[in-house]
């Protein structure tokens, strides 16, 4: 009975992967359509690129995360 519920489960989060990556297929490839269809202004967006950037930096060099 154990092995018919993994199986299921396992139907299941291989459906949802497969969902997720046709959906970001279909978004990747609808980005080239309009070019200043962003919905983030330009300002927010490069202050959360630095804030990315402050973060990958952070938790690599243990500043942020570190127990």
């Known amino acids: 009975m154990i092995r018919l519920i993994l199986l299921v489960a396992f ?3 291989a459906a949802i992967a497969v969902t997720a990556l046709l959906r970001t297929i279909q978004d990747v490839t609808n980005v080239g359509v309009g070019k ?5 202004p330009a300002k927010f967006r490069r202050i959360t690129y630095v804030l990315l950037v ?14």
């Open 11 to 13: 139907l299941a989060v």
């Open 36 to 40: 200043d269809n962003d919905i983030m």
């Open 54 to 67: 402050v973060l990958l930096f952070g938790v690599t060099s243990g500043w942020l995360g570190a127990a």
